[in-house]
Nanobody, 120 residues
Framework: QVQLVESGGGSVQAGGSLRLSCVASRYTYYMGWFRQAPGKEREGVAGYGVGATRYADSVKDRFFVSRDFAKNTLYLQMNSLKPDDTGMYYC??????????????????WGQGTQVTVSA
């Protein structure tokens, strides 16, 4: 079992920044961020796995993911936030060797989520 704990969400005005953190209870091969807005499907934001990290088109050049392997921690630096970035942000992980672009439905471990709200 792997426990994931996210933190760093909050409310911010458009143009602002937030940094999310996800701490895993142990090492996993794959770690990534997903988000879900009200009434919408969960979408991938960025992930660490096989292959280069890929960002969703909607967050390219604004969001940056990094990983501290020594601390089993994944970060998401979010800059130039927009109201469309509002949603619940989830950290996901898996011990299997998976692609950086793996679908959410294939991932085993999920955090409880952290809310991000961006006001206009």
């Amino acid at each position: 079992q792997v426990q994931l704990v996210e933190s760093g969400g909050g409310s911010v005005q458009a143009g602002g920044s937030l940094r999310l953190s996800c701490v895993a209870s142990r090492y996993t091969y794959y770690m990534g961020w997903f988000r879900q807005a009200p009434g919408k499907e969960r979408e991938g934001v960025a992930g660490y796995g096989v292959g280069a990290t890929r960002y969703a088109d909607s967050v390219k050049d604004r969001f940056f993911v990094s990983r501290d392997f020594a601390k089993n921690t994944l970060y998401l630096q979010m800059n130039s936030l927009k109201p469309d970035d509002t949603g619940m942000y989830y950290c996901a992980a898996d011990t299997r060797v998976l692609s950086s672009q793996v679908e959410a439905s294939k991932l085993t471990y999920w955090g409880q989520g952290t809310q991000v709200t961006v006001s206009a």
